[in-house]
């Protein structure tokens, strides 16, 4: 832009002396007035000044955006997937049953499990830890725990392997049928169940059961009123997805690993521009594949660190926010570009003319600016 103007005032000042014997004097003034009316500073800040307003305002919200690629990225997204445990639930569960074996008891299979999940920030594992301490039962804790994603926890207590694991992750026949069947009820109820494995035997069950978070709902409908369709992409059993995704009155899939997860959002992201909303280390690889990622503020840091934005609030209601918010900010662009242009344009002409001066082009360029301005910051 500014070379074409630098270009086309040297022409004013030199064609029409040199070719139709105007006046030098005249010509250089209104070649001065040109080069000062295309100044490019109104044009230059009406970019950055919408996107430096939408990100102070997105903060005061709550949102904290990591950059303006980010931030014109969301205007575009046309499907959203969330997570589910802590992501639309309120990723505290509480246990609501435990059910040992006939050769243990209820509290020797928690001490089981809270050997392994001791340490853990998952929440899961921290709502197995609270119903340990909540019936006084003693925690040891358990040697070389190490999480296996997607699948559970191992450790070792006194020379045997404990694993705690969802039972569909349990190889074939592993659990009676009988057994099988009290999963199958406890996850129609939508209750997360976990087998528990001593040296690969089965020593019993604890069920478990997460809250909605309450403004799910009402994201969910505002993300559809804008034209965005959402999909829960959970780790969970298909039984407990489908209660959570049945209150939503939106699509799910269920039983993934993480890499399933990145699979699912690369589908969606070939089809659709994507957002991927988590709170877990499972979840940052979707995160990254996404077109833009987004964290829940209680997610752990891998999840802040990968994520574009994080909503610092924990509000699922801030993703139709900061869309609404991105699309705004589209706008205001266009808006700035159109009022920048539009008085160049017009005193471009009037200066050609003779009917404005340098004068008038310093108010022209200078307010300009100032509306460009005033104008951002409305976001």
Not at 256 to 277: G, S
Request: net charge neutral.
């Amino acid at each position: 832009y500014t070379p074409l103007i630098i270009l086309f005032s040297a022409l004013v000042v030199l064609i029409p002396p040199l070719f139709f014997a105007g006046s030098w004097e005249t010509w250089i003034y209104r070649g001065l007035t040109l080069l000062l009316i295309g100044c490019p500073c109104a044009l230059v800040i009406s970019t950055p000044a919408a996107i430096t307003s939408a990100l102070a305002a997105a903060t005061r919200r709550g949102s904290l955006i990591k950059g303006g690629a980010a931030l014109e990225q969301l205007g575009a997204i046309t499907t959203i997937a969330l997570d589910k445990t802590g992501t639309l639930t309120e990723g505290k569960p509480q246990v609501t049953e435990i059910e040992p074996v006939a050769s243990i008891n209820t509290e020797s299979l928690l001490a089981l499990a809270g050997a392994v999940e001791s340490g853990s920030h998952h929440p899961l594992a921290k709502a197995i830890l609270n119903a340990a301490e909540s019936k006084g039962v003693t925690i040891i804790e358990a040697e070389h725990r190490k999480a296996l994603a997607g699948i559970g926890v191992e450790g070792q207590l006194s020379g045997k392997r404990v694993l705690v694991t969802a039972p569909a992750r349990l190889p074939e026949n592993t659990l009676p049928s009988e057994w099988k069947q009290r999963v199958t009820e406890l996850e129609s109820s939508g209750k997360t169940a976990v087998a528990v494995m001593q040296d690969e035997q089965f020593m019993g069950l604890i069920a478990m059961q997460d809250t909605l978070r309450q403004d799910a709902i009402d994201a969910i409908q505002t993300l559809k009123k804008q034209g965005i369709n959402a999909v829960m992409l959970t780790g969970d059993n298909p039984r407990a997805a489908a209660a959570i995704a049945s209150q939503l009155e939106i699509n799910y899939r269920a039983g993934l690993l993480p890499e399933d997860k990145v699979q699912a959002v690369t589908e969606l992201n070939q089809k659709h521009r994507t957002m991927m909303v988590g709170d877990g280390i499972n979840d940052a690889p979707a995160m990254k594949a996404a077109s833009i990622g987004v964290a829940m503020g209680s997610g752990t840091d891998v999840a802040l660190e990968t994520a574009d934005a994080a909503l610092t609030h924990n509000r699922l209601t801030g993703l139709p926010e900061i869309i609404a918010l991105s699309r705004t900010t589209h706008y205001n662009i266009r808006q700035n570009i159109t009022i920048a242009l539009g008085l160049k344009a017009i005193f471009l002409i009037t200066s050609l003319l003779g009917i404005t001066g340098l004068w008038m082009a310093v108010l022209a360029d200078s307010g300009a600016t100032a509306l460009v301005t005033a104008n951002a910051i409305r976001l």
